[in-house]
């Protein structure tokens, strides 16, 4: 079980660094700005429609953490996939 829990610590340790170096590629995207730019400016104004930063706030984290969620998935499916293929492959 020991070498379970390390594997599973390694392979989330791989994935947040995966991440972070995938957002520090596309930072620096002009198309991803432009969709930035635009998610924020809608965002603004839903919190003015809405006027309760409670509520919006609490949605803006539970949509950053979904998000994440999904990106985390992602990778980690990938790295299994791109395991399974080398493991399985034949030389």
Do not use: P
């Amino acid at each position: 079980m020991k070498n379970e829990d390390t594997l599973q610590m390694n392979i989330d340790a791989f994935v947040e660094e995966r991440l972070q170096e995938s957002y520090k590629n596309i930072s620096n995207n002009e198309h991803y700005k432009k969709i930035l730019k635009k998610y924020y400016s809608l965002f603004d104004n839903i919190i003015s429609l809405v006027n309760n930063e409670g509520i919006t706030e609490k949605y803006r984290e539970a949509e950053f953490d979904v998000y994440a969620i999904q990106l985390k998935e992602a990778y980690r499916t990938g790295f299994y996939d791109s395991t399974s293929i080398f493991i399985n492959k034949k030389w």
